[in-house]
Structures are given as structure tokens and as C-alpha cells.
């Protein structure tokens, strides 16, 4: 138990799987991202998943200082995105222009067989438009097994 080896993985993810994302984010994309505050991975159980997709997506609209969505609304907001041959879902969400600071999320989930897997890039939404493209190049390469 001292060791950190039980069932439990770290929240922001297995240290060695954030530094490994960090090492291709690097080689492919010329960025280092610091493992330990700028990388999570979180895998859930999709029978959990903290709520539904659209639970999900309303977490993350909050974030940015956005209303929530009705369910009718969702899938005008949400794209479908392909990691391999498993479909996910992407969102980009951009806070209000006035408000400060103006916040943004690009997100997606998957779910791969028992687990949902979520990635989000979520900062200032200057600095999230910069980085989305090498974020949605980051989705693409994502492979599982």
C-alpha cells in the first residue's frame, strides 16, 4: 500500500503512461507538456462513467461558464470521431467572449469495451484555438488493443 500498488490508479492517470504521451506529443508535435501538471488520462467504467454523454458534456460546459444543453440539443454539439474502429464523440466548447478569462474545452470520449476513456485540452481559449489542432492530431493517433 505505501508503494501505490493496489486497485486504485492515480487520478491524473499511471505516471508512466503520462510521461510516455508526453514523450510522442513531443516527437510529433515539437510541445513538451509536463507529465505530472499538464497531462491526466482518465479511463472509468462506462457502467459508471460519472453520468451519461450528456451528463458529461454539461460537466464540461460548465467549466467554460456555458448553459447546459437539453438532450435535444446534444447531438447538434457533439462530431463523431474515429479512433480506429471505435467510434467516440468530440466537443469544442468556447465560454462566453466576455466573460474573463474566457475559458475553452476540445474534448472527446470513447468507450473501449468496459471503460470510457476522456481526453480534454481545457485552458484560456486563446491558447486552446492554438493548441487544437496538434490536440485533434493527438486524437487521431490514439490506437487500442
Do not use: C
Request: aromatic content about 8%.
Amino acid at each position: 500500500m505505501r508503494e501505490a500498488k493496489n486497485q486504485y490508479a492515480p487520478m491524473p492517470g499511471v505516471p508512466a503512461l503520462r510521461e510516455a504521451l508526453a514523450d510522442k506529443i513531443e516527437l510529433l508535435y515539437g510541445r513538451r507538456y509536463d507529465p505530472g501538471t499538464e497531462i491526466t488520462v482518465s479511463a472509468l467504467s462506462a457502467q459508471g462513467m460519472g453520468g451519461d454523454l450528456l451528463m458529461n458534456i454539461n460537466r464540461w460546459r460548465g467549466q467554460v461558464k456555458l448553459a447546459e444543453l437539453k438532450s435535444d440539443e446534444l447531438k447538434s454539439a457533439i462530431k463523431p470521431l474515429k479512433f480506429g474502429e471505435i467510434e467516440g464523440q468530440y466537443v469544442e466548447l468556447f465560454g462566453p467572449a466576455d466573460a474573463a478569462p474566457r475559458k475553452a474545452i476540445a474534448g472527446a470520449i470513447v468507450i473501449h469495451g468496459e471503460n470510457a476513456w476522456y481526453f480534454k485540452l481545457m485552458g484560456d481559449a486563446t491558447g486552446v484555438e492554438q493548441e487544437r489542432e496538434r490536440f485533434n492530431a493527438f486524437l487521431k493517433s490514439v490506437q487500442f488493443k
